[in-house]
């Protein structure tokens, strides 16, 4: 049987509806587990947000948690497929690494609630879903870029497990900290275009000066 053109546009138009429905969604509960975490986020407060019933939300991610792993999934999925596409495996070591450090910084500059829902998962989970998360992908990859340097020796001979645990800090605490840091008299906000990009740009020399391997002193001159 061959469908009309008015029948395939009325199928396709509730396809649409509930990908942008569950968009909708994703964005408010997003906000809510930064705030407040899965334990304390309330379903019945993202409904309220969005004007979808609380009903709807658990036909489309069935319970609270199955929400909260959707919601992981898709805060990532920028920094993970950006990251995948930089070919790392095939740079120096130390443009890979700044290139990682500038994916991240630009992500969470898009989406500064991440590091918030990192927080409370850690706080609160324990780790439980982060675990199961593209955050390991990400992880690992970090680890991998310093375990390359060091091998060649452009990086000092530092443990990557621990050096991309302090990465991480170095980068997403501003985001984490944001509250009370803004208690100094910068006069600026500081999750404006402008301080963004000067924290990604201190928060990468600061990294990469860590990690560099010290130059060899250069042998003086023998007098003759």
């Given amino acids: 049987m061959v469908r009309t053109k008015a029948e395939k546009v009325k199928k396709a138009k509730p396809v649409r509806d509930a990908i942008a429905t569950q968009a909708v969604i994703l964005a408010a509960a997003e906000e809510e587990f930064a705030q407040h975490g899965l334990t304390a986020a309330r379903t019945e407060a993202i409904a309220a947000k969005t ?6 939300i658990y036909y489309y991610f069935k319970d609270k948690e199955g929400l909260y792993r959707a919601v992981l999934e898709r805060s990532h999925a920028d920094l993970l ?3 995948q596409n930089l070919d790392w495996e095939h740079l120096f070591p130390e443009v890979a690494l700044e290139k990682f450090l500038q994916a991240l910084l630009d992500c969470v500059s898009r989406n500064p609630k991440l590091p918030a829902m990192m927080f409370h998962e850690a706080i609160q989970n324990h780790g439980k879903y982060y675990k199961d998360s593209s955050s390991v992908d990400i992880d690992r990859i970090s680890i991998a870029i310093l375990e390359r340097g060091v091998a060649a020796g452009v990086f000092r001979p530092l443990d ?5 645990i302090n990465i991480m800090g170095t980068c997403l605490f501003y985001f984490i900290g944001a509250g009370n840091i803004q208690q100094f008299p ?5 999750l404006s275009p ?5 924290h990604a740009e201190e928060a990468i020399a600061l990294v990469l000066a860590g990690v ?3 130059s060899k002193p250069i042998a003086p001159a023998e007098h003759e």
């Fill in 51 to 56: 004007g979808v019933a609380k009903s709807m």
């Fill in 81 to 83: 497929q950006t990251v």
């Fill in 160 to 164: 990557p497990f621990q050096s991309a």
């Fill in 186 to 190: 910068q006069g600026e906000q500081l």
């Fill in 194 to 198: 402008a301080m963004l990009q000067r």
């Fill in 212 to 214: 560099r391997a010290p």
